[in-house]
């Protein structure tokens, strides 16, 4: 299954699953993937595969030769004219999304278990989305999910850390923006669920869609 969510001149949004074959990668790719345990190299060869499969498709050039920047340990990103990328993984999928502008996307199951649903209640800093879901252990947790997936694609966005990210950034009720505490910036975001994921994306290019 091969998905473009979004597709436009400004952002797109693919989501692949994970029972699909890999694709070519680059030999420095393949040496990357050679240090990794063998789920961890699995997750990035498949992820770089597709990520270059569908910017070779955007951007009209032979996959192999997508100028993709993807050391180990670190997100892969894109030279400066060829605009932004975001990667995420879950179990059984994977999210990629590019824009002109800074972008950051974020996929879990939606079935996802919650070990310490309390403590990431907390965790999450924004106690007036779980108002209206007092008592009810089920919409909490989507909440949960709902607010980490924004948060996370935010993070992505800013290219910061969760232990910062997360408790600095005010969503709003409806999910449709995101303001800073510290430097007051603005983001639009978008959560929205397809088959067994929930997918929070963040960029300001969202209005366009």
């Not at 996929?107 to 209640?121: A, G, N, Y």
């Not at 108002?131 to 252990?137: E, L």
């Not at 709003?172 to 669920?193: G, H, R, T």
Request: proline share 2%; hydrophobic share 40%.
């Amino acid at each position: 299954m091969k998905t473009c969510l979004y597709e436009s001149e400004s952002i797109n949004l693919w989501v692949f699953s994970r029972d699909q074959k890999m694709l070519e990668i680059t030999e420095k790719e393949k040496e990357i993937a050679g240090q990794l345990s063998k789920h961890r190299s699995e997750e990035y060869k498949f992820s770089r595969g597709y990520t270059r499969h569908v910017l070779g498709k955007l951007f009209n050039i032979k996959p192999l030769e997508i100028p993709l920047i993807a050391n180990l340990g670190e997100a892969p990103v894109l030279p400066a004219q060829f605009g932004f990328l975001s990667i995420s993984h879950t179990i059984d999928a994977l999210a990629v999304s590019w824009s002109n502008d800074k972008v950051g996307v974020d996929i879990e199951r939606f079935d996802r278990k919650l070990h310490s649903p309390i403590l990431l209640r907390k965790y999450l800093n924004d106690e007036k989305h779980f108002k209206k879901f007092t008592g009810n252990d089920e919409k909490i947790r989507q909440q949960i999910l709902n607010i980490w997936v924004v948060k996370e694609a935010l993070v992505k966005r800013e290219r910061s850390s969760i232990a910062y990210g997360f408790k600095n950034w005010n969503i709003n009720v409806d999910f449709k923006y995101a303001k800073n505490k510290i430097n007051k910036n603005v983001v639009l975001v978008k959560k929205f669920l397809f088959k067994n994921w929930i997918i929070g994306i963040a960029s300001d290019r969202i209005k366009q869609i």
